[in-house]
């Protein structure tokens, strides 16, 4: 199983809301990460975890709260976004974040609209 | 120093051909060079990668081409397809010497015309 999901595949939210996007991975993979993507843009990274602890964060704003429950699973939690952060959020995962464990796979986004 | 140059942008081909997609980078210490392709609505998906120490890599109709002294990476898509309109990101990173994020190019739009 080399997939990873993303939950849900379409989101949209007022600047008010709450919400949070989901990420999960079956293949053992170490580490895991969140991009953001702009149309005809480069992904952006966001976030990386190693053993489910936070490694990186490229200062992202607060409004934008990372969470890595288990090695399986990590959430991206929202509140208070502004119309410029719609954007498609990927989620990617990794075995290690070093050497040949580096290769990454990355699932199908989620398309998150804010109104 | 961390970009990573891509170019063309766009590139339109004809069934059958050749589609080469060129990169540049200027951080020596990047040791890790992958091809992304994406579809609309789908994430990256890793095409092929290469490390420094070799100047060729091939894998099907896809071929990457390193030329460390010039610090150019390009992708060939040899018999381009339809199916292979899409757009390709080229990456860097220092993965082997010191853990390192990926540096994405801008992406190129390839259109394969039937």
């Known amino acids: 199983d080399t997939e990873v999901t993303q939950t849900p595949k379409h989101l949209v939210m007022g600047m008010t809301n709450k919400k949070s996007l989901k990420c999960e991975q079956h293949m053992g993979h170490r580490a895991m990460y969140w991009y953001k993507q702009k149309a005809k843009k480069p992904p952006e990274l966001m976030f990386v975890?190693?053993?489910?602890?936070?490694?990186i964060n490229e200062s992202v704003p607060s409004r934008f709260s990372p969470e890595c429950p288990n090695s399986s699973l990590l959430n991206l939690h929202l509140h208070a976004l502004q119309p410029e952060d719609s954007a498609l959020y990927l989620c990617a995962s990794s075995r290690g974040l070093a050497g040949e464990a580096y290769e990454q796979y990355f699932g199908p986004g989620t398309r998150l609209t804010v109104t | 120093q961390q970009q990573v140059k891509q170019s063309p942008q766009s590139l339109i081909v004809q069934k059958g051909g050749i589609s080469i997609i060129n990169c540049a980078y200027e951080n020596t210490a990047f040791d890790y060079f992958p091809w992304y392709q994406q579809f609309p609505g789908k994430g990256p998906a890793l095409l092929i990668a290469i490390r420094p120490d070799v100047s060729e890599k091939k894998e099907g109709r896809f071929t990457i081409s390193f030329n460390k002294s010039a610090k150019q990476f390009s992708l060939h898509i040899m018999d381009s397809q339809p199916g292979d309109s899409a757009t390709y990101f080229c990456a860097a990173s220092t993965i082997y010497n010191q853990g390192g994020k990926l540096i994405f190019g801008q992406g190129t739009e390839l259109s394969v015309k039937p």
């Open positions: 975890y190693s053993y489910e602890k936070l490694s």
